[in-house]
Nanobody
């Protein structure tokens, strides 16, 4: 799907909101699955949210369920992540990836992650 670019990160206090965006810099004839991952300092990547347009389904990690909403903007060719009621535990570097699952595994060690966008939530 070409290069993916994450944006929208920032620094907020507990309870604040941010909206992240994942955009494709090159044309792609179709978007399938897209997922958001995050990596806190000193930890491995962890799945956050997933959207599967083909199956018309979404999936969220238990830690963000009810607070985050993933959506696809077909006009802008982006996948967005609305993050509400942010907690310090949400702090980390956020990345998007064209995968159809949030499961961890060794594939994360070899995947070519993008630059990501930083989210800092202070208490």
């Amino acid at each position: 799907q070409g290069q993916l670019v994450e944006s929208g990160g920032g620094s907020v206090q507990t309870g604040g909101s941010l909206r992240l965006s994942c955009s494709a810099s090159r044309y792609t004839n179709s978007w399938t699955c897209m997922a958001w991952f995050r990596r806190p300092p000193g930890k491995e990547h962890e799945g956050v949210a997933l959207i599967n347009p083909g199956a018309n389904s979404t999936l969220y990690a238990d830690s963000v369920k009810g607070r985050f909403i993933i959506s696809q903007d077909r006009a802008k060719n982006t996948v967005d992540l609305q993050m509400n009621s942010l907690k310090p535990e949400d702090t980390g570097q956020y990345y998007c990836a064209p995968v159809c699952g949030l499961n961890g595994g060794s594939w994360m060690d070899t995947y070519s992650w993008g630059q990501g966008t930083q989210v800092i939530v202070s208490s």
